[in-house]
């Protein structure tokens, strides 16, 4: 290693720590599937975390499913980060207990929670007690429809506090056994380092609410859109005020199986490293605390004939990486995230499936609501990567005996890897709050869009004016109002619907929908109406209307759940209305054809990502928006290299297919 693994690892870490975490070699029992190539059939399962850090830089290691303490006391010097599972319920786990026959299973997670607290008490913030992988997962839903959202949350806590068999996840599964934790072990998540992993969106910020202080997510393939994942990870570390990670899965592909390489480098199956390239790189400018490799060893490492090992594609990749974050430019600045998205708090919701809490609460339009929000902001989102779907049988038969007879493909797999990285509209610049935000957290963001089936209460309305008051904006839908308060919102409902076909803006654009139903209100003097909607024989009707009260505004949408009727995109005119409200907020513009974008901010320099997820070469411009400042110099970071720019107020920009840009842009004040 040519840096100081020290500066990267105080005892605490702080809310902007970066830890890159290669993972620990995987045990031949423990890893592989009969029917798809794996790590233990490839024999590059006994490489070893050593081996790893020689050639990848990275400050932090997983220690997967066997915590030993051999392993541990290498973890044990304060040189790197440390996650290691534990998972007390597992069929994993137990698995690994048979390698210590001397001891019953109960001893034996005796002695490994005794070690692992040891070990958390000399180290501090070094370590972490992952104590169950993806258990959100796992939960055994019951074949039938709770009464509400309610019901379906507490049954779902129950599945990982209580102790009824019924309700306890899939023991096989990688889980935890709270029962145990709190009644023989006494563990008190606020003063021991306790992280959950999980793979659901709509568990996201439960962990923090149970007291966990860390929390990551598994991504890639077909666990939908890592961007969506991003907002809610990031939202709900920032609402409670925990870290935050990714688990990086290479688990998939046109031919199922990690991502795996023959002997002269051609990939067998599994995720592409240009994906997984490209979400490593997304995750660390989306200012993520942790980014994890699975399956290190066999993704990242080549075993030729003679037992020689060397990096595979993704392993060069990742050794790049590493050196990028770590040794280069580990000054990310901070990440640019004006906006959040309110839910409630019991919402149940996930990309894709249309299914809420696991399809045992009816999937309604405030949740169809969530839906079109995120399909706006991420384009390409709900994209199916569950990519062997995509293939004919003719297709899939070739790929499977191309992981039998390796060779060069004939089709390029990242044509066919969608939805799990999209563009952006406005960058990834959105963080997912429930409604239980705390107000001093909501103060961060200028824009608080609140979204599905969510009610303002008194107590809500309350904070979101004092929100407002201070300067920030909310966007409601008249659904969201039983009752409409005059003082709040600015109007009072008539208690009529009206169908109207076109709409105006205030800022000049006009939008012909066809009939759409609004709710009829009845303004304040003091509410202006900023986009209206017209009929030639009925007068005009607000669509959108902003009430000012002290430094901010609140709008609301008069078209029920913002869309002309079910089944109807996005309604046009509520578009037009995201845009106009959300630009004026963002440091730089991104023009040209949609691409995703991360915007991060230094002192005197803007860092844009763009990452293109499409088969085809990306042009475009970046302008500065922000008055009075002009380009000074730019920097192409990831290629090293000046690019000339100064005295303008944007640069063009080109981008490869299934590649990124990492720029820059130094920034001076116009005299």
């Not at 303490?69 to 534990?86: C, E, H, I, N, P």
């Not at 890592?226 to 990714?246: E, K, L, N």
């Not at 803007?606 to 990306?618: A, Q, R």
Request: aromatic share 12%.
């Amino acid at each position: 290693m040519n840096y100081d693994a020290d500066k990267f690892l105080p005892v605490k870490i702080s809310p902007d720590m970066f830890i890159f975490a290669v993972e620990f070699d995987q045990a031949e029992f423990m890893e592989g599937q009969d029917d798809i190539p794996s790590p233990t059939t490839t024999g590059i399962e006994y490489t070893t975390l050593e081996m790893n850090r020689s050639e990848i830089p990275s400050n932090g290691v997983r220690i997967w499913t066997n915590p030993d303490s051999a392993k541990m006391q290498r973890a044990d010097t304060g040189r790197y980060f440390v996650m290691t599972d534990l998972w007390l319920a597992s069929d994993q786990q137990r698995k690994v207990a048979k390698l210590y026959p001397e001891l019953s299973y109960q001893e034996y997670l005796d002695t490994q929670v005794d070690l692992l607290r040891k070990l958390m008490k000399r180290n501090g913030e070094r370590v972490w007690w992952g104590l169950c992988g993806e258990q959100d997962g796992g939960v055994i839903w019951p074949d039938r429809f709770f009464k509400n959202k309610k019901e379906a949350y507490e049954y779902y806590r129950e599945c990982y506090f209580g102790n009824d068999p019924s309700r306890y996840p899939n023991a096989t599964r990688k889980m935890a056994d709270f029962v145990m934790m709190k009644e023989r072990y006494g563990i008190d998540f606020q003063k021991e380092n306790i992280a959950m992993q999980v793979s659901k969106c709509f568990s996201t910020h439960y962990p923090y609410e149970w007291g966990a202080r860390f929390a990551w997510c598994e991504r890639t393939g077909s666990l939908g859109n890592a961007q969506i994942a991003v907002a809610f990870m990031r939202g709900a570390a920032s609402q409670y005020g925990g870290y935050w990670g990714i688990d990086v899965s290479g688990w998939g592909g046109c031919v199922p199986g990690a991502c795996l390489y023959d002997e002269t480098g051609n990939q067998l199956c599994g995720i592409t490293d240009s994906l997984m390239l490209r979400e490593i790189v997304s995750y660390f400018y989306s200012g993520t605390n942790l980014v994890h490799l699975e399956s290190t060893a066999s993704s990242c490492w080549i075993k030729d004939k003679n037992n020689k090992f060397k990096l595979s594609p993704y392993g060069e990749k990742c050794k790049k990486f590493g050196q990028h974050v770590l040794i280069d430019h580990p000054d990310r600045g901070k990440t640019c995230v004006p906006f959040a998205v309110m839910l409630e708090h019991d919402h149940g919701w996930d990309p894709r499936d249309r299914r809420i809490w696991n399809g045992c609460v009816e999937y309604g339009p405030g949740d169809q609501m969530i839906d079109d929000f995120f399909n706006f902001i991420f384009p390409g989102q709900e994209d199916n990567c569950y990519i062997i779907n995509g293939l004919d049988d003719k297709d899939c038969f070739d790929r499977m005996k191309a992981a039998e007879n390796p060779g060069v493909q004939e089709r390029d797999w990242r044509e066919l890897e969608k939805g799990v990285l999209a563009t952006s509209r406005f960058g990834d610049s959105f963080d997912v709050v429930l409604e239980n935000c705390p107000l001093d957290v909501l103060k961060r963001y200028k824009v608080v869009v609140v979204a599905g089936a969510i009610k303002i209460n008194p107590e809500l309305q309350e904070k979101l004016k004092q929100y407002v008051e201070s300067g920030g904006k909310v966007v409601l839908n008249i659904k969201h109002l039983d009752n409409p308060d005059p003082e709040f919102t600015g109007f009072k409902s008539k208690g009529e619907t009206l169908s109207y076909p076109k709409f105006f803006t205030s800022w000049g654009n006009a939008w012909d929908e066809g009939p759409s139903i609004l709710e009829m209100v009845e303004l304040a003097d003091n509410t202006k109406v900023i986009v209206e909607a017209r009929r030639s024989y009925q007068p005009d009707t607000c669509a959108i209307s902003r009430k000012k009260i002290g430094h901010g505004e609140v709008y609301t949408s008069m078209i029920h759940y913002n869309r002309k009727a079910p089944g109807k995109p996005l309604a046009p005119h509520y578009q037009d209305f995201l845009s106009w409200l959300f630009n004026p907020y963002l440091p730089v513009k991104v023009e040209g054809n949609h691409i995703q974008h991360i915007v991060s901010e230094k002192d005197n320099s803007i860092i844009v990502t763009l990452i293109n997820n499409k088969p085809e070469l990306w042009n475009g411009k970046i302008i500065i928006n922000k008055p009075g400042v002009s380009i000074d110099k730019v920097k192409d970071l990831w290629g090293n290299k000046n690019l000339s720019a100064a005295g303008s107020v944007s640069i063009d920009v080109s981008c490869n297919k299934f590649d990124f840009r990492i720029l820059e842009i130094n920034t001076v004040k116009e005299r």
